[in-house]
Nanobody
Framework: QVQLVESGGGLVQAGGSLRLSCAASEHTISLYAMGWFRRPPGKEREFVATISRSGDGTYYADSVKGRFTISRDNPKNTMYLQMNSLKPEDTAVYYC?????????????????????WGQGTQVTVSS
């Protein structure tokens, strides 16, 4: 059972930056596509960004494209989300996830139901 632990959330002013990290408990995470999803207050969980197991394929929600960057460091079993130009509407609990299905090295699903392992979430609050 892969365990995922997020860190790096917090309170930031609009226009600021945060970097989220997701540490995995096993080296096998390098075989899995991974992703970030978020749940804004009072809303459903939504896709933010996903990355293929090799890191060659990255996918972003339109709302974060150009502001957020997803990356991974497989030797360190860690995935990142660099968030710049933050807006109040980015306020949410952010979750990292891993998809245990072995997909092509460039592929990553944007659908949360394809992800099997989830972290506990980290709160990001952007003040106006």
């Amino acid at each position: 059972q892969v365990q995922l632990v997020e860190s790096g959330g917090g309170l930031v002013q609009a226009g600021g930056s945060l970097r989220l990290s997701c540490a995995a408990s096993e080296h096998t995470i390098s075989l899995y596509a991974m992703g970030w999803f978020r749940r804004p207050p009072g809303k459903e969980r939504e896709f933010v960004a996903t990355i293929s197991r090799s890191g060659d394929g990255t996918y972003y929600a339109d709302s974060v494209k150009g502001r957020f960057t997803i990356s991974r460091d497989n030797p360190k079993n860690t995935m990142y989300l660099q968030m710049n130009s933050l807006k109040p509407e980015d306020t949410a609990v952010y979750y990292c996830a891993a998809d245990k299905e072995i997909r092509p090295s460039y592929s990553a699903s944007i659908n949360s139901y394809d992800y099997d392992y989830w972290g506990q979430g980290t709160q990001v609050t952007v003040s106006s």
